[in-house]
């Protein structure tokens, strides 16, 4: 059973940078990507970021892409997004999950999830 934990939301000005961790800890086998959602209020939830597990691979939303970075520490196990050029449209819970069917598919397999971390930019 893999535990999962983000930190680093807070509130931010547009155009203004923020870095959410996600550290992983117990055992995620099964699993084969480390992903980044957001759900705002009234919206589905998105998926915006993955790292496939064990590779360099990479992929974004198109929401995102040129201004998130998602990355790893492997030697800690902590994946991190790194959000520049935020916008007011950002604003939304931020969950970290493993996921079993990459990238962003939470409905087969094993899936596991963070609690969340709330990231506010305000115009």
């Known amino acids: 059973q893999a535990h999962l934990e983000e930190s680093g939301g807070g509130s931010v000005q547009a155009g203004g940078s923020r870095t959410l961790s996600c550290t992983v800890s117990g055992n995620s086998a099964g699993t084969n990507c480390m992903s980044w959602f957001r759900q705002a209020p009234g919206k589905e939830r998105e998926g915006v970021a993955a790292?496939?597990?064990?590779?360099?691979?990479?992929t974004y939303a198109d929401s995102v892409k040129g201004r998130f970075t998602i990355s790893q520490d492997p030697g800690k196990n902590i994946f991190y997004l790194q959000m520049n050029s935020l916008k007011p449209e950002d604003t939304a819970t931020y969950y970290c999950a493993a996921v079993a069917l990459c990238p962003f598919h939470t409905n087969v397999g094993r899936v596991y999830w963070g609690q969340g971390t709330q990231v506010t930019v305000s115009s």
């Open positions: 790292w496939y597990v064990g590779t360099t691979v990479t």
